[in-house]
């Protein structure tokens, strides 16, 4: 019953039927010659006064005729009109008018056949129009569906608080089922991701974040388990619509399968990590041969062959730090990299590696320390930070240019800064220094050998130790770099 309603009502209905162009000419014909029988039947049958009558049909007719233009079109309307004007020619037939009458009668004909025709072309046209933009507002969104739903990453697209109103066919192979729509995101989500093995609650999602902080979040990385219970890396972004009062009108996700680049990225670290390990063992005994063979001619007073020794040397060392490098990063990205921590007095540390460095340099570097900074650290791995630091200082500025090493005690905290007067960092590289493997490149400046690793394993050491490493630089001028400890109290000190 209720569907025959829906379609009854989809028939008849102008409204329900704007935007549909396919015009009926049998229906206005029809229902018009209907109700032209109707009247005559009125007329002989029911009524006594044919002023009446006449009237009637002028406002039945029109009716009629708006009726269809709105309904069929142009066409819908004209065809209603024609059979209308046949009829009341029929009438001033049968009728047997005579003289003004029969004028009379011809001039109306004419006038409601004029005002007929013209309803019909202005309403017809205009339903005509509607219809148009319409079709072409529905092409346009069934586009933007096949390209949304061809996408080769998974959308998902919510409304403003967040319940699901579309997702396209990547969402579900990603998922591995059909994803719900209708669904708020806010309460539950349709799966269980996780983030460096730990289950998230909805609110840390991030199409959830985007909706409610207003603003977009990008490239967050999670882990899901498939029906088989294989694991899959996905890379999500989100972002919410807002209006230009900053309303949110809906928000949307975009999400990528990674687990292939993922396992490549493993596979390379593997690969990375059992190179540097097999290379470190031959090349500690190389150098140990070399420390031999160097302490032999200098015995014999060899001076050439010493010097040659001297810069074997050198390289070998180098190639034992981009070695060591090598394995620190590639434990840091299977987070293998263990902490040995001990208390100990970090300017003790940090004065002996400036004395050291000191004498292999023509920088003049000054180490200036006010009060004790007693810290529970890893010794090793604070000293390759700093050495690291205080290196790219000598590395990255000229020969004439001082260092100086200050540090300080601040907010329970040990601060060390390292400050040249080198070649310095654009503002828009100071962040990107810290990253993996990241070098700035300049091509009015020499560029010095490395890898960009210093800084990444640097960084990751001290947020290991729960500090903060940073950099303040002008292009030109110089830099100062910072990194900060937690200091221990000496009842933390009794108590180790
Ligand atoms: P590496 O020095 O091996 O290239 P790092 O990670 O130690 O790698 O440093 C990354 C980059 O940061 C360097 O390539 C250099 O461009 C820049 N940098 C580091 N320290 C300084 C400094 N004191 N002055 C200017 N640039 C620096």
Redesign the pocket.
């Known amino acids: 019953m209720k569907q025959t309603l829906v379609i009854l009502k989809e028939y008849f209905d102008p409204l329900a039927r704007l935007g549909n162009r396919t015009y009926s000419i049998y229906l206005p014909f029809a229902i018009t010659l209907g109700a032209c029988f109707a009247l005559e039947f009125y007329a002989f049958r029911i009524a006594n006064n044919p002023a009446i009558v006449a009237r009637l049909a002028i406002i039945i007719f029109i009716a009629i005729i708006i009726y269809f233009s709105f309904r069929d079109g142009i066409m819908g309307g004209l065809i209603s009109s024609a059979v209308t004007i046949f009829y009341y020619g029929y009438i001033i037939y049968t009728r047997g008018y005579t003289g003004s009458q029969l004028v009379s009668a011809i001039q109306t004909t004419i006038f409601l056949g004029i005002l007929y025709v013209g309803v019909s072309l202005i309403i017809g046209w205009l339903k005509q129009t509607i219809d148009i933009l319409l079709e072409r507002e529905k092409d346009e969104k069934s586009r933007l569906q096949a390209v949304i739903q061809q996408l080769p990453v998974g959308v998902i697209i919510t409304d403003h608080e967040g319940k699901i109103v579309q997702v396209n066919k990547q969402v579900d192979t990603i998922f591995d089922m059909r994803v719900p729509i209708g669904d708020s995101i806010h309460d539950k989500l349709f799966f269980e991701p996780e983030k460096n093995g730990k289950k998230i609650k909805p609110s840390q999602f991030p199409l959830v974040q985007a909706i409610e902080q207003k603003k977009p979040i990008v490239t967050q990385e999670f882990t899901i388990q498939d029906k088989k219970g294989n694991q899959k890396y996905i890379q999500v972004n989100a972002t919410p619509v807002l209006t230009n009062k900053r309303r949110i009108i809906a928000a949307s996700s975009i999400i990528s399968d990674v687990t292939e680049q993922k396992e490549a990225e493993r596979r390379k670290d593997d690969f990375v990590n059992m190179a540097s390990h097999e290379l470190k063992t031959p090349l500690t005994s190389m150098k140990l041969y070399l420390d031999l063979m160097v302490k032999q001619v200098k015995k014999h007073k060899d001076k050439d062959t010493a010097k040659i020794l001297k810069n074997i040397q050198l390289q070998t060392e180098r190639l034992q730090k981009l070695v060591n490098d090598l394995l620190d990063v590639s434990r840091l990205q299977t987070g293998k990299l263990s902490l040995n921590k001990e208390h100990f007095e970090l300017n003790d540390l940090l004065k002996d590696i400036v004395d050291v460095l000191k004498v292999t340099t023509v920088h003049r570097i000054h180490f200036v320390s006010k009060s004790k900074l007693p810290v529970l650290a890893d010794k090793f791995r604070i000293y390759q930070v700093f050495t ?1 630091i205080l290196t ?2 000598i ?3 000229p020969a004439g240019k001082p260092i100086k090493v200050t540090t300080l005690k601040k907010n329970g905290k040990a601060t060390v800064r390292v400050k ?1 007067q ?4 654009a503002q828009s590289e100071q962040k990107k ?1 810290f990253e993996r493997l ?3 490149t300049d091509a009015k400046v020499q560029t ?1 050998p ?7 394993i640097a960084r990751e050491i001290i947020k290991r130790h729960k500090g903060k490493i940073w950099v303040e ?1 002008t292009k030109g001028k110089g ?1 100062a ?1 910072y990194f900060d400890l937690p200091l221990v109290n000496e009842r933390q000190r009794q108590t180790a």
């Open positions: 690291n790219n200082a590395k990255y500025s040249d080198g070649m310095g960092i220094i990241y070098q700035v010095f490395g890898f960009g690793m210093g800084l990444y630089s830099s770099f």
